[in-house]
């Protein structure tokens, strides 16, 4: 099994950095392909969704923009709805992971 396809580490009790919010992800991934994309979302708290909708709060994008990207990437900026880069993301699950080596 690739590193790409292993989940990092989450404690769903403390790391809710995504709670509550409806998360979109485009684009692909240097890391994880986006099943784990997805569970990490939802470890943290968030709602995954395949499309942009009226809850969307957030766009996940990642390094490598697919077909879809401009459309949602559009989309986003049209809702104001946060945007986030693939670098980002990784950070905000190494902190987690950190945070619970620390507990």
């Known amino acids: 099994m690739s590193s790409r396809n292993l989940m990092p580490c989450i404690d769903t009790l403390t790391d809710r950095n995504f709670i509550g919010k409806h998360v979109v992800v485009t ?40 077909d879809s990207f401009s459309r949602k990437y559009n989309l986003a900026i049209d809702y104001h709805i946060e945007i986030m ?19």
């Open 27 to 66: 684009g692909k991934f240097s890391k994880y392909i986006r099943e784990v994309i997805k569970s990490i979302i939802e470890q943290m708290g968030g709602t995954f969704q395949n499309s942009i909708t009226k809850q969307t709060d957030l766009v996940l994008v990642g390094a490598f923009k697919g």
């Open 85 to 103: 880069e693939e670098s980002s993301f990784y950070k905000v699950v190494k902190e987690h992971e950190l945070q619970r080596s620390l507990f």
